[in-house]
């Protein structure tokens, strides 16, 4: 008796050293075939044409493509989002970021968000569908990476109304002529890894993530300073900053924002217990 291709695929990912190789195999031949990856076994039966995007598949991830961007698609929080090679992947560790900011949307009736970086638009669309009476704006430097935004906020139903987009990098005065600012919540999650510290992530990661949105510069904190520049003048008297950061700089992150006005609140902790979202508040609020 033949093996199963699903068992083939398995032993494929294994030799791979891929973590997960019976689950991706699973999403991996669903994707092939368009079905549901719970419905995926040993008697699962491909047709030759099936069985040639399957080879694909496999080889794409074998290469050590994120499985995200192999199928196309991530889940992230409470929804499901395109990806692909012009945007980071979505994390789990950024969910923490979300889970913040809903609470303080609901617990001050907030109105308006702006999200510095939005990539794949998985943070600023995620509040968009939580809080209808939110009215967003998402800056990128990247247009590829807006038109990524757009293709989720198609698939998420999020009316243009809610929604506001712009091509401009942080680091050009233009993003401070904004005609939505001021605004009651800025959100971003920057690039934070030290340059020299790229070359030592895994390949999923550095070989297939924008660089510009991993690269933080000599310390990792360049993009924290100038947004620390930025915010007071893009922020509401009372507004808050949510800021996503990488491992042992949360301290000092707390003390560029410190310098510029701002006043900490606090510093939540993933699932790995890292300090990884940090929420500031303007120090002239109530």
């Not at 494929?12 to 190789?21: D, E, M, N, V």
């Not at 395109?82 to 994390?91: A, F």
């Not at 950024?94 to 913040?100: D, G, M, S």
């Not at 947004?227 to 893009?234: E, G, R």
Request: aromatic fraction near 6%.
């Amino acid at each position: 008796m033949s093996e199963s291709v699903y068992q083939e695929v398995i032993k494929k990912l294994i030799a791979a050293k891929i973590a997960s190789p019976r689950l991706e195999a699973r999403l991996l031949i669903a994707c092939a075939i368009g079905t549901d990856a719970d419905t995926v076994n040993d008697a699962t039966v491909l047709t030759e044409s099936s069985l040639a995007v399957l080879q694909r598949l496999v080889q794409a991830r074998i290469n050590h493509k994120p499985l995200d961007k192999v199928i196309g698609r991530k889940s992230f929080y409470k929804y499901d989002f395109i990806v692909n090679e012009n945007v980071l992947s979505p994390r789990p560790d950024t969910e923490i970021l979300i889970e913040a900011a809903a609470e303080i949307i609901q617990k001050d009736n907030l109105h308006s968000v702006l999200d510095l970086g939005v990539g794949s638009g998985c943070i600023l669309l995620s509040l968009l569908k939580d809080f209808p009476q939110l009215r967003g704006t998402g800056i990128d430097k990247s247009g590829t990476a807006l038109k990524t935004t757009r293709q989720n906020q198609a698939a998420l139903s999020v009316p243009d109304k809610q929604i506001n987009l712009v091509q401009t990098d942080w680091f050009d005065d233009y993003i401070l002529t904004l005609s939505s600012a001021p605004f009651e919540l800025i959100v971003s999650n920057p690039p934070y890894i030290p340059s020299a510290d790229i070359a030592t992530l895994e390949p999923e990661v550095k070989d297939f993530d924008p660089q510009t949105a991993l690269d933080g510069g000599q310390d990792g904190l360049v993009s924290y300073r100038r947004l620390a520049d930025i915010c007071p003048l893009l922020l509401t008297n009372n507004g808050y900053v949510m800021l996503e950061c990488g491992i042992r700089q949360a301290k000092s992150v707390q003390e560029i924002f410190g310098k510029r006005g701002f006043t900490h609140i606090e510093t939540r902790r993933d699932l790995n217990n890292i300090d990884r979202c940090i929420i500031f508040r303007k120090k002239d609020c109530n």
